[in-house]
Protein backbone atom coordinates (compact mmCIF):
# COMPACT_ATOMS: atom_id res chain seq x y z
CA UNK A 1 0.00 0.00 0.00
CA UNK A 2 1.37 3.71 -0.85
CA UNK A 3 1.30 5.75 1.88
CA UNK A 4 0.39 9.60 1.16
CA UNK A 5 2.01 12.43 3.13
CA UNK A 6 0.73 16.02 3.69
CA UNK A 7 2.48 18.44 1.67
CA UNK A 8 1.38 21.58 3.55
CA UNK A 9 3.57 20.79 6.57
CA UNK A 10 6.60 18.40 5.04
CA UNK A 11 7.83 20.60 2.28
CA UNK A 12 10.72 23.20 2.37
CA UNK A 13 9.43 25.43 -0.58
CA UNK A 14 10.64 28.28 -2.35
CA UNK A 15 8.54 30.74 -0.71
CA UNK A 16 6.27 32.49 -3.24
CA UNK A 17 6.25 36.17 -1.11
CA UNK A 18 10.35 36.14 0.03
CA UNK A 19 11.06 34.39 -3.17
CA UNK A 20 14.16 32.32 -1.14
CA UNK A 21 14.72 28.98 -1.00
CA UNK A 22 15.76 27.69 2.24
CA UNK A 23 17.46 23.90 2.13
CA UNK A 24 18.03 21.54 4.75
CA UNK A 25 21.77 22.33 4.57
CA UNK A 26 20.84 25.89 5.94
CA UNK A 27 21.93 27.51 2.76
CA UNK A 28 19.84 30.60 1.37
CA UNK A 29 19.53 31.44 -2.39
CA UNK A 30 17.91 35.11 -1.98
CA UNK A 31 16.23 35.99 -4.89
CA UNK A 32 14.82 39.56 -3.93
CA UNK A 33 17.74 40.95 -5.74
CA UNK A 34 18.60 44.24 -4.46
CA UNK A 35 19.08 46.29 -8.27
CA UNK A 36 21.04 49.64 -7.24
CA UNK A 37 23.97 47.03 -5.24
CA UNK A 38 23.82 44.10 -8.25
CA UNK A 39 24.03 47.04 -10.89
CA UNK A 40 20.96 47.57 -13.81
CA UNK A 41 19.30 44.30 -14.94
CA UNK A 42 18.94 45.98 -18.42
CA UNK A 43 22.88 46.47 -19.28
CA UNK A 44 23.61 43.14 -17.44
CA UNK A 45 20.86 41.18 -19.22
CA UNK A 46 22.60 42.81 -22.75
CA UNK A 47 25.80 41.65 -21.71
CA UNK A 48 24.60 37.95 -21.16
CA UNK A 49 23.54 37.50 -25.14
CA UNK A 50 20.03 36.67 -23.94
CA UNK A 51 19.19 40.53 -25.21
CA UNK A 52 20.55 39.95 -28.64
CA UNK A 53 17.49 37.03 -29.38
CA UNK A 54 14.56 39.39 -27.37
CA UNK A 55 12.97 41.22 -30.00
CA UNK A 56 11.48 41.69 -32.87
CA UNK A 57 14.13 40.61 -36.01
CA UNK A 58 13.59 44.05 -37.89
CA UNK A 59 13.98 46.36 -35.09
CA UNK A 60 15.86 46.88 -31.79
CA UNK A 61 16.83 44.00 -28.89
CA UNK A 62 14.18 44.26 -26.07
CA UNK A 63 15.61 44.07 -22.07
CA UNK A 64 13.92 43.19 -19.27
CA UNK A 65 14.18 45.73 -15.93
CA UNK A 66 13.70 42.59 -13.48
CA UNK A 67 16.96 41.10 -12.60
CA UNK A 68 17.10 38.10 -14.25
CA UNK A 69 20.58 37.47 -15.01
CA UNK A 70 20.95 38.26 -11.08
CA UNK A 71 18.64 35.80 -10.37
CA UNK A 72 19.85 32.95 -11.84
CA UNK A 73 23.29 33.47 -11.04
CA UNK A 74 22.21 33.58 -7.40
CA UNK A 75 21.03 29.51 -8.17
CA UNK A 76 24.48 29.40 -9.68
CA UNK A 77 26.05 30.35 -6.25
CA UNK A 78 23.42 27.63 -4.16
CA UNK A 79 24.80 24.74 -6.73
CA UNK A 80 28.50 25.68 -6.24
CA UNK A 81 28.10 25.78 -2.23
CA UNK A 82 25.84 22.41 -2.10
CA UNK A 83 27.61 20.45 -4.57
CA UNK A 84 30.51 21.00 -2.53
CA UNK A 85 28.95 19.80 0.87
CA UNK A 86 27.64 16.39 -1.46
CA UNK A 87 30.80 15.79 -3.70
CA UNK A 88 32.97 17.85 -6.06
CA UNK A 89 31.99 21.49 -6.47
CA UNK A 90 29.99 22.31 -9.55
CA UNK A 91 30.19 26.17 -10.79
CA UNK A 92 28.20 27.13 -13.66
CA UNK A 93 28.05 30.06 -15.53
CA UNK A 94 24.78 31.95 -15.65
CA UNK A 95 25.96 33.02 -19.16
CA UNK A 96 26.40 29.72 -20.54
CA UNK A 97 23.26 28.22 -19.22
CA UNK A 98 21.19 30.55 -20.57
CA UNK A 99 22.63 31.24 -23.84
CA UNK A 100 24.75 28.41 -25.30
CA UNK A 101 22.00 26.52 -26.94
CA UNK A 102 21.39 30.19 -28.65
CA UNK A 103 25.17 30.26 -29.91
CA UNK A 104 25.27 26.74 -31.05
CA UNK A 105 22.28 27.58 -33.56
CA UNK A 106 22.67 30.90 -34.44
CA UNK A 107 19.75 32.27 -33.30
CA UNK A 108 18.53 35.68 -33.57
CA UNK A 109 15.50 37.64 -32.71
CA UNK A 110 12.27 36.31 -34.00
CA UNK A 111 10.11 38.90 -31.72
CA UNK A 112 6.70 36.52 -31.24
CA UNK A 113 7.90 33.52 -32.36
CA UNK A 114 10.21 31.96 -30.20
CA UNK A 115 14.32 31.18 -31.04
CA UNK A 116 13.24 27.66 -32.62
CA UNK A 117 10.39 28.85 -34.36
CA UNK A 118 8.42 25.96 -32.42
CA UNK A 119 6.20 28.39 -30.53
CA UNK A 120 4.32 31.45 -31.21
CA UNK A 121 2.08 34.16 -29.66
CA UNK A 122 -1.72 33.94 -30.59
CA UNK A 123 -3.92 36.92 -30.12
CA UNK A 124 -7.14 35.83 -28.06
CA UNK A 125 -10.50 37.58 -27.51
CA UNK A 126 -8.86 38.65 -24.08
CA UNK A 127 -5.42 39.21 -24.37
CA UNK A 128 -2.17 36.57 -24.96
CA UNK A 129 -1.43 32.92 -25.22
CA UNK A 130 1.40 30.92 -26.61
CA UNK A 131 1.15 27.75 -28.55
CA UNK A 132 3.85 25.49 -29.26
CA UNK A 133 4.25 23.02 -31.86
CA UNK A 134 7.64 21.25 -31.78
CA UNK A 135 6.51 17.83 -32.73
CA UNK A 136 4.78 16.52 -36.46
CA UNK A 137 1.92 14.91 -34.71
CA UNK A 138 1.27 18.67 -32.56
CA UNK A 139 -0.01 19.94 -36.43
CA UNK A 140 -1.76 17.01 -36.87
CA UNK A 141 -3.78 17.38 -33.86
CA UNK A 142 -4.20 20.95 -34.33
CA UNK A 143 -7.40 20.05 -36.41
CA UNK A 144 -9.29 19.24 -33.31
CA UNK A 145 -8.63 22.34 -31.45
CA UNK A 146 -9.56 24.78 -34.66
CA UNK A 147 -11.97 22.38 -35.56
CA UNK A 148 -11.25 22.72 -39.38
CA UNK A 149 -8.61 21.10 -41.82
CA UNK A 150 -5.23 22.77 -41.43
CA UNK A 151 -2.88 23.96 -43.85
CA UNK A 152 -1.31 26.95 -42.04
CA UNK A 153 -1.15 25.86 -38.26
CA UNK A 154 -0.75 29.57 -37.19
CA UNK A 155 -3.40 30.98 -39.48
CA UNK A 156 -5.58 28.66 -38.10
CA UNK A 157 -4.80 29.71 -34.57
CA UNK A 158 -4.87 32.98 -35.64
CA UNK A 159 -8.83 32.84 -36.41
CA UNK A 160 -9.85 30.88 -33.56
CA UNK A 161 -7.55 33.35 -31.09
CA UNK A 162 -10.22 35.64 -32.57
CA UNK A 163 -13.27 33.96 -31.46
CA UNK A 164 -12.07 32.81 -27.86
CA UNK A 165 -10.51 33.68 -24.91
CA UNK A 166 -6.97 32.47 -24.03
CA UNK A 167 -7.93 30.09 -20.74
CA UNK A 168 -10.29 28.39 -23.64
CA UNK A 169 -8.10 27.82 -26.11
CA UNK A 170 -5.05 26.74 -24.30
CA UNK A 171 -7.79 24.53 -22.96
CA UNK A 172 -8.72 22.90 -26.41
CA UNK A 173 -5.05 22.59 -26.63
CA UNK A 174 -4.35 20.49 -23.69
CA UNK A 175 -7.05 18.72 -24.43
CA UNK A 176 -5.52 16.81 -27.36
CA UNK A 177 -1.64 16.84 -25.87
CA UNK A 178 -0.45 19.91 -27.59
CA UNK A 179 1.61 22.40 -25.46
CA UNK A 180 -0.24 25.86 -24.80
CA UNK A 181 -0.42 28.47 -21.96
CA UNK A 182 -2.01 32.21 -21.42
CA UNK A 183 -0.20 34.73 -20.29
CA UNK A 184 -0.29 34.90 -16.76
CA UNK A 185 -1.48 38.50 -16.61
CA UNK A 186 -4.02 37.76 -19.24
CA UNK A 187 -5.44 34.62 -16.98
CA UNK A 188 -8.10 35.56 -15.14
CA UNK A 189 -9.49 32.86 -13.18
CA UNK A 190 -6.28 31.04 -13.35
CA UNK A 191 -5.29 29.02 -10.26
CA UNK A 192 -2.94 30.69 -7.61
CA UNK A 193 0.64 29.71 -8.68
CA UNK A 194 2.00 27.54 -6.36
CA UNK A 195 6.00 27.29 -5.17
CA UNK A 196 8.63 26.75 -8.09
CA UNK A 197 10.65 23.93 -5.88
CA UNK A 198 9.12 21.82 -2.82
CA UNK A 199 11.17 19.33 -1.11
CA UNK A 200 8.61 16.70 0.11
CA UNK A 201 9.74 14.24 2.70
CA UNK A 202 8.62 10.80 1.85
CA UNK A 203 10.87 8.56 3.41
CA UNK A 204 13.76 8.43 5.74
CA UNK A 205 16.79 10.14 5.20
CA UNK A 206 20.67 8.42 5.98
CA UNK A 207 23.74 9.81 6.39
CA UNK A 208 25.82 9.98 3.24
CA UNK A 209 28.26 7.67 1.81
CA UNK A 210 31.55 7.55 0.34
CA UNK A 211 30.57 6.54 -3.15
CA UNK A 212 28.58 9.17 -5.09
CA UNK A 213 24.53 8.53 -5.69
CA UNK A 214 23.24 6.47 -8.54
CA UNK A 215 21.22 8.19 -10.48
CA UNK A 216 18.34 6.54 -13.41
CA UNK A 217 17.44 9.53 -15.75
CA UNK A 218 14.38 9.22 -17.26
CA UNK A 219 14.47 12.99 -18.40
CA UNK A 220 14.22 14.24 -21.66
CA UNK A 221 15.34 17.47 -23.95
CA UNK A 222 16.77 20.38 -21.37
CA UNK A 223 15.45 21.13 -17.79
CA UNK A 224 16.19 17.13 -16.67
CA UNK A 225 19.45 16.39 -18.47
CA UNK A 226 20.58 19.98 -17.45
CA UNK A 227 19.43 18.35 -13.31
CA UNK A 228 21.11 15.16 -14.34
CA UNK A 229 24.18 16.82 -16.00
CA UNK A 230 25.25 19.41 -12.21
CA UNK A 231 24.46 15.77 -10.47
CA UNK A 232 26.93 14.08 -12.66
CA UNK A 233 29.22 16.76 -12.73
CA UNK A 234 29.17 16.65 -8.72
CA UNK A 235 30.28 13.26 -8.66
CA UNK A 236 26.93 10.97 -9.34
CA UNK A 237 27.21 7.74 -11.05
CA UNK A 238 23.90 8.02 -14.19
CA UNK A 239 22.55 5.87 -16.40
CA UNK A 240 20.14 7.41 -18.60
CA UNK A 241 16.99 5.12 -19.95
CA UNK A 242 15.39 5.90 -23.11
CA UNK A 243 12.69 3.61 -24.85
CA UNK A 244 13.74 3.07 -28.25
CA UNK A 245 10.48 3.69 -29.80
CA UNK A 246 10.33 7.01 -28.20
CA UNK A 247 14.38 8.83 -27.98
CA UNK A 248 14.88 11.79 -26.57
CA UNK A 249 14.05 14.45 -28.91
CA UNK A 250 17.39 16.62 -28.24
CA UNK A 251 19.05 13.49 -30.18
CA UNK A 252 17.88 15.17 -33.59
CA UNK A 253 16.99 18.89 -32.69
CA UNK A 254 19.98 19.95 -30.52
CA UNK A 255 22.63 17.31 -31.00
CA UNK A 256 25.37 19.61 -29.44
CA UNK A 257 23.12 20.11 -26.25
CA UNK A 258 22.53 16.89 -26.47
CA UNK A 259 25.99 15.37 -26.02
CA UNK A 260 26.91 18.21 -23.73
CA UNK A 261 24.23 17.15 -20.60
CA UNK A 262 24.93 13.60 -21.46
CA UNK A 263 28.79 13.18 -21.87
CA UNK A 264 30.06 10.45 -19.43
CA UNK A 265 26.48 8.84 -18.74
CA UNK A 266 25.55 5.05 -19.42
CA UNK A 267 22.36 5.02 -21.56
CA UNK A 268 20.03 1.93 -20.89
CA UNK A 269 17.41 1.06 -23.88
CA UNK A 270 14.57 -0.32 -22.42
CA UNK A 271 11.08 -1.39 -24.16
CA UNK A 272 8.23 -0.22 -21.40
CA UNK A 273 5.61 -2.08 -23.69
CA UNK A 274 7.05 -5.69 -22.92
CA UNK A 275 7.25 -7.38 -19.28
CA UNK A 276 10.73 -8.21 -20.13
CA UNK A 277 11.45 -4.56 -20.77
CA UNK A 278 9.29 -3.62 -17.14
CA UNK A 279 11.48 -5.85 -15.02
CA UNK A 280 14.32 -4.81 -16.14
CA UNK A 281 13.33 -1.15 -15.36
CA UNK A 282 12.31 -2.50 -12.38
CA UNK A 283 15.54 -4.24 -11.56
CA UNK A 284 17.63 -0.83 -12.92
CA UNK A 285 15.07 1.62 -10.23
CA UNK A 286 15.79 -1.58 -7.21
CA UNK A 287 19.72 0.02 -7.30
CA UNK A 288 18.78 3.75 -8.06
CA UNK A 289 19.56 6.44 -5.33
CA UNK A 290 18.04 9.42 -7.23
CA UNK A 291 15.43 9.27 -10.11
CA UNK A 292 15.14 12.29 -12.38
CA UNK A 293 12.31 12.43 -14.56
CA UNK A 294 10.59 15.24 -16.97
CA UNK A 295 7.16 13.36 -17.76
CA UNK A 296 3.60 13.99 -16.27
CA UNK A 297 2.87 12.23 -13.13
CA UNK A 298 0.54 9.91 -14.74
CA UNK A 299 3.03 8.36 -17.22
CA UNK A 300 5.64 6.62 -14.98
CA UNK A 301 2.60 5.57 -12.20
CA UNK A 302 1.83 3.25 -15.48
CA UNK A 303 4.79 1.95 -15.14
CA UNK A 304 4.09 1.05 -11.21
CA UNK A 305 6.77 3.69 -10.28
CA UNK A 306 6.28 6.64 -8.05
CA UNK A 307 7.83 8.63 -5.29
CA UNK A 308 5.99 7.59 -2.70
CA UNK A 309 6.73 3.92 -3.61
CA UNK A 310 10.45 4.28 -4.12
CA UNK A 311 11.38 7.17 -1.36
CA UNK A 312 9.49 4.49 1.12
CA UNK A 313 11.41 1.25 0.45
CA UNK A 314 15.51 2.30 1.14
CA UNK A 315 16.34 4.97 3.12
CA UNK A 316 18.45 8.14 1.93
CA UNK A 317 16.77 8.37 -1.50
CA UNK A 318 15.20 11.07 -3.64
CA UNK A 319 13.33 11.84 -6.46
CA UNK A 320 13.75 14.87 -8.72
CA UNK A 321 10.40 15.89 -10.77
CA UNK A 322 10.58 18.22 -13.23
CA UNK A 323 6.95 19.42 -14.71
CA UNK A 324 5.31 22.21 -16.43
CA UNK A 325 3.12 23.21 -13.53
CA UNK A 326 3.38 20.72 -10.87
CA UNK A 327 2.02 17.14 -9.65
CA UNK A 328 -0.64 18.49 -8.16
CA UNK A 329 -3.56 20.59 -9.43
CA UNK A 330 -5.97 20.65 -12.52
CA UNK A 331 -2.42 21.44 -14.41
CA UNK A 332 -0.34 18.55 -13.43
CA UNK A 333 -0.69 16.65 -16.35
CA UNK A 334 -0.57 19.57 -18.64
CA UNK A 335 2.14 19.40 -21.37
CA UNK A 336 5.00 21.91 -21.12
CA UNK A 337 7.96 22.70 -23.37
CA UNK A 338 10.69 25.73 -22.27
CA UNK A 339 8.67 28.50 -24.30
CA UNK A 340 5.45 27.88 -23.45
CA UNK A 341 6.12 27.23 -19.51
CA UNK A 342 7.99 31.09 -19.57
CA UNK A 343 4.90 32.36 -20.94
CA UNK A 344 2.16 31.04 -18.43
CA UNK A 345 4.91 32.43 -15.48
CA UNK A 346 5.34 36.27 -17.04
CA UNK A 347 8.51 35.53 -18.04
CA UNK A 348 8.53 37.58 -21.32
CA UNK A 349 9.97 40.88 -22.63
CA UNK A 350 7.29 43.68 -24.25
CA UNK A 351 8.52 45.25 -27.64
CA UNK A 352 5.82 47.80 -26.85
CA UNK A 353 2.96 48.00 -24.12
CA UNK A 354 0.78 45.61 -26.34
CA UNK A 355 3.11 43.27 -27.55
CA UNK A 356 4.69 40.47 -25.34
CA UNK A 357 7.83 38.80 -27.27
CA UNK A 358 10.19 35.74 -26.14
CA UNK A 359 12.37 36.26 -23.74
CA UNK A 360 15.77 34.49 -25.04
CA UNK A 361 15.78 31.23 -26.00
CA UNK A 362 13.25 28.61 -23.61
CA UNK A 363 14.78 30.10 -20.58
CA UNK A 364 12.18 27.84 -18.26
CA UNK A 365 14.11 24.77 -19.75
CA UNK A 366 17.47 25.96 -18.44
CA UNK A 367 16.27 27.97 -15.10
CA UNK A 368 14.10 25.10 -14.27
CA UNK A 369 16.74 22.46 -14.19
CA UNK A 370 18.80 24.54 -12.00
CA UNK A 371 16.42 24.65 -9.32
CA UNK A 372 16.15 21.18 -9.68
CA UNK A 373 19.59 20.03 -9.51
CA UNK A 374 19.46 22.82 -6.67
CA UNK A 375 16.59 20.96 -4.77
CA UNK A 376 18.49 17.28 -5.77
CA UNK A 377 21.58 18.98 -3.55
CA UNK A 378 19.62 19.93 -1.26
CA UNK A 379 17.46 16.39 -0.52
CA UNK A 380 21.09 15.07 -1.06
CA UNK A 381 22.92 16.77 1.54
CA UNK A 382 20.17 16.67 3.63
CA UNK A 383 20.55 12.75 3.73
CA UNK A 384 17.99 12.30 1.34
CA UNK A 385 14.16 11.00 1.71
CA UNK A 386 12.68 13.93 -0.40
CA UNK A 387 10.62 14.07 -3.86
CA UNK A 388 11.83 17.72 -5.19
CA UNK A 389 9.03 19.04 -6.96
CA UNK A 390 10.09 21.33 -9.33
CA UNK A 391 7.30 23.50 -11.34
CA UNK A 392 8.58 25.40 -14.74
CA UNK A 393 6.22 27.55 -14.56
CA UNK A 394 6.29 28.90 -11.26
CA UNK A 395 9.97 28.99 -11.56
CA UNK A 396 9.53 31.10 -14.28
CA UNK A 397 7.24 33.00 -12.54
CA UNK A 398 9.53 33.30 -9.70
CA UNK A 399 12.43 34.79 -11.80
CA UNK A 400 10.11 37.51 -13.28
CA UNK A 401 10.38 39.01 -9.52
CA UNK A 402 12.89 41.45 -8.09
CA UNK A 403 12.97 45.13 -7.98
CA UNK A 404 12.24 47.14 -11.35
CA UNK A 405 15.04 49.65 -12.70
CA UNK A 406 13.49 52.85 -13.01
CA UNK A 407 16.51 54.45 -14.56
CA UNK A 408 16.76 56.23 -17.82
CA UNK A 409 17.22 53.37 -20.26
CA UNK A 410 17.53 53.49 -24.19
CA UNK A 411 18.48 51.08 -26.59
CA UNK A 412 19.81 52.76 -30.23
CA UNK A 413 22.71 52.19 -32.72
CA UNK A 414 26.51 53.57 -32.01
CA UNK A 415 28.30 54.94 -34.79
CA UNK A 416 29.73 51.49 -35.79
CA UNK A 417 26.06 50.32 -36.25
CA UNK A 418 25.98 48.24 -33.53
CA UNK A 419 23.06 48.18 -30.70
CA UNK A 420 24.18 49.45 -27.51
CA UNK A 421 21.92 49.67 -24.23
CA UNK A 422 22.38 52.84 -21.79
CA UNK A 423 21.55 53.03 -18.16
CA UNK A 424 21.98 56.97 -17.96
CA UNK A 425 25.55 57.58 -18.62
CA UNK A 426 26.38 53.91 -18.25
CA UNK A 427 26.44 52.15 -21.79
CA UNK A 428 26.71 48.07 -22.82
CA UNK A 429 26.97 46.90 -25.97
CA UNK A 430 24.27 44.15 -26.63
CA UNK A 431 26.57 41.24 -27.35
CA UNK A 432 25.19 37.90 -29.12
CA UNK A 433 25.28 34.54 -27.43
CA UNK A 434 28.24 34.04 -29.03
CA UNK A 435 30.46 36.93 -27.78
CA UNK A 436 29.01 36.26 -24.25
CA UNK A 437 29.73 32.69 -24.44
CA UNK A 438 33.93 33.99 -24.96
CA UNK A 439 34.48 35.54 -21.95
CA UNK A 440 32.47 33.28 -19.84
CA UNK A 441 33.72 30.70 -17.53
CA UNK A 442 33.68 27.48 -18.22
Known amino acids: MVETHERSSQSLVVDRELTKLTTAAGVVVDLRGNGEARGCPILEFAASGAMWITGRPDDAPVGVDFPLISHIGAVCNGISVLSSLVGLQVDLDPVRVVCERAAERSFGRRGQSSANGSCRFIRCTDGWMACNLPRSVDVELLAAVVGEVVDDPWLALSRMGQRCTAIELVERAQLVGIAAAPLASESAGEEPRRSAVELVRMGESTPGTD ?48 ERLHGGHSLASISFSTDEGRRELHRLVEQADVIIESSRPRALAQLGLSPERFLSERTGRSWVSVTGYGREGSRANYVAFGDDAAVSGSLVAWSDPDTPVFCADALADPISGLMAAFGALASLSGGGGFLVDVSMSAVSSLMHRGPRCNGDHRVQKNSSGRWVASHGSRRQAIVSPSEALAVAHV
Open 211 to 258: RGPRIVDFSAMWAGPLCTHVLGRCGAEVVTVEDPTRPDGARVGDPMMY
